[in-house]
């Protein structure tokens, strides 16, 4: 199983970003996927799950109308749209598989929101 | 939202102590808690999920236990490699929702 970030970056206050994470070596449309962060030096936060699917997502309060879940079966690539980005928004984003525990997680992007 | 309170939140051991870290849910999740360890610079590991159920691959020194409100994570034997923050994560009601983390040092 593998899981690899990108799209991580530095961002105005107000910007958006698009993370993205790509899926290898397993059946990519089988699992739910998740999205959670860290901020620095900080403890972990979960923020998003999409079903195998994609027709059903959740999100943590602190993003929801901001952010957006959304996947790709035939790409094998999961994806997070970030709006409104926020200087509490500094973190490192992993993608992880699975529905309510996480077995797989990519390496992380680091995303700094500053002015 | 469901408050996951783990205690301690640092403690300091030596090789082949018996460790337990705590977590404490602010209402029922049945067994849906997992815990994770996590060392600096490195994305979290699985350890534990349902509870109880030792994920594939991990030492059999690693257990869990607990139900509903309190729940603990056992090292039976510590190692020089189980130097790491500890978390724990509930998947019973959204959001879901993880501890602040407990860091263990070896001594």
């Known amino acids: 199983v593998q899981l690899v970030e990108s799209g991580g970056g530095l961002v105005k206050p107000g910007g958006s970003l698009r993370l993205s994470c790509a899926a290898s070596r397993f059946i990519f449309s089988d699992y739910y996927m998740t999205w959670i962060r860290q901020a620095p030096g900080k403890g972990l936060e979960w923020i998003s799950y999409i079903s195998d699917t994609g027709g059903y997502t959740n999100y943590a309060d602190s993003v929801k109308g901001r952010f957006t879940i959304s996947r790709d079966n035939a790409k094998n690539s999961l994806y997070l749209h970030m709006n409104g980005l926020r200087g509490e928004d500094t973190a490192v984003y992993y993608c992880a598989r699975g529905q309510y525990s996480y077995g797989y997680w990519g390496q992380g992007t680091l995303v700094t929101v500053s002015s | 939202d469901i408050q996951m309170t783990q205690s301690p939140s640092s403690v300091s051991a030596s090789v082949g102590d018996r460790v337990t870290i705590t977590c404490r849910a602010s209402q029922g999740i049945r067994s849906w808690l997992a815990w994770y360890q996590q060392k600096p610079g490195t994305a979290p590991k699985l350890l534990i999920y349902?509870?109880?159920t030792l994920q594939t691959g991990v030492p059999s020194r690693f257990s869990g236990s607990g139900s509903e409100t309190d729940f603990t994570l056992t090292i039976s034997s510590l190692q020089p490699e189980d130097s790491a923050t500890y978390y724990c994560q509930q998947a019973n009601n959204f959001p879901y929702t993880f501890g602040q983390g407990t860091k263990l040092e070896i001594k």
């Open positions: 349902a509870a109880s």
